[in-house]
């Protein structure tokens, strides 16, 4: 796998997905010796289930372990540090990743538990947990959703988890933006898998999941959250650790140099939005959507919504393979091909999907 390279997978078997995309990113290769010092770092933010949008699935955890066992590698741990207000055992216990860990006597470590060891990047000095310093190789699975200081939250933020409760209130304090980019500088060499499966739309504790059903791996944690940003109907600006970290040399936001591969797999129908995401269900017309399109139309209605540009008596948005070859007003992602108006893409991203709305959003339509 090339640096500027990002691979997804759709679908529903998590783990089954997992083990593909690693085999297809040839992780074993990546990692080298079978002798490295490897830990996998979820997102355990809350005590939270996976389903809640907060938390990295279990089941991604269980087919890295599995592919890193069948592969010859026997030094590995999950390590997390849950936020302030919560504590990482329970956390740990309710995500089923404790579990998981225990099936296959592999250890979890508690950063909570743990002092801090003294670092410096960008001029600032940072705390990390002991774990971290002790890792070789770090296997970064991140949860892709909003987040109510940062709006984003995916590769860089997730890196967060890996520093004392002292040093995460301070991090706070400061802002986020700067501790978080120069937090980047201090990681080991890093491959992400993001779990892009039922990120929240708003929050980093969960409550209104985005239902995508999609997994994605990059070795560049810079160009993840660019990524990250198109998928979720953002611009790279709009989260400025992005850019902060590309200047300290972290990875590149290029995404016009990056490759963006698919697996395939199946494309799952969407289900039903659960909270605020329900209420921007209103806008559209869905007939046999998939979760990755579905998903990426109510990341876009979102952004529109937080720029006032919703507009009430609009017709409603097609989406979905039973739109195909029916001559509805307007309509993203390939199957609306038929529309008066209507976005390409398979799908389209959640950015592409802001500003075509943003620009042809008006007249006629059909429910």
Not at 187 to 200: K, Q, S, T, V
Not at 214 to 235: E, I, N, Q, T
Request: with cysteine.
């Amino acid at each position: 796998m090339e640096r500027n390279q990002i691979i997804g997978i759709c679908g529903t078997d998590y783990e089954a997905m997992t083990k593909r995309l690693l085999e297809a990113a040839d992780l074993a290769g990546i990692i080298g010796e079978r002798t490295q010092r490897i830990a996998l770092k979820p997102n355990l933010v809350v005590a939270k289930p996976a389903s809640s949008g907060a938390t990295t699935h279990p089941q991604i955890v269980a087919g890295t372990l599995d592919y890193l066992a069948a592969h010859g590698f026997e030094n590995v741990r999950v390590m997390e540090g849950s936020w302030v207000g919560d504590k990482t055992g329970p956390a740990a216990e309710i995500s089923g990743i404790a579990a998981v860990c225990r099936a296959r006597g592999v250890p979890f470590c508690d950063l909570q538990k743990e002092p801090g060891v003294p670092a410096e990047a960008g001029g600032m000095k940072i705390a990390l947990c002991r774990s971290l310093t002790e890792t070789d190789f770090l296997v970064n699975l991140p949860v892709l959703k909003g987040h109510c200081q940062t709006v984003m939250t995916c590769a860089l933020k997730n890196h967060k988890g890996v520093i004392t409760n002292a040093e995460k209130r301070r991090f706070h304090a400061l802002g986020l933006q700067k501790p978080i980019a120069c937090l980047s500088a201090l990681m080991p060499r890093e491959f992400i898998l993001a779990d892009n499966i039922c990120g929240d739309l708003d929050f980093e504790e969960g409550g209104n999941p985005v239902r995508m059903d999609r997994l994605f791996c990059c070795l560049d944690p810079v160009l993840c959250d660019a990524y990250a940003c198109s998928v979720m109907g953002l611009r790279t600006e709009d989260v400025p650790y992005i850019g902060m970290a590309e200047k300290l040399g972290s990875g590149s936001a290029d995404l016009a140099r990056a490759q963006i591969l698919s697996l395939g797999g199946e494309a799952p129908a969407r289900t039903a939005p659960a909270g605020r995401a329900a209420a921007l269900a209103k806008f559209v017309s869905p007939r046999e959507a998939c979760s990755a399109c579905y998903g990426s139309l109510i990341y876009a209605l979102s952004r529109l919504g937080a720029a006032g540009r919703l507009p009430e008596n609009a017709p409603k948005i097609c989406i979905g393979q039973g739109w195909r070859g029916e001559a509805g007003g307007i309509g993203v992602g390939a199957c609306t091909g038929k529309c008066g108006k209507s976005l390409a893409g398979c799908p389209p991203t959640g950015a592409e999907m802001v500003r075509f709305l943003a620009e042809n959003w008006e007249g006629g339509g059909r429910d």
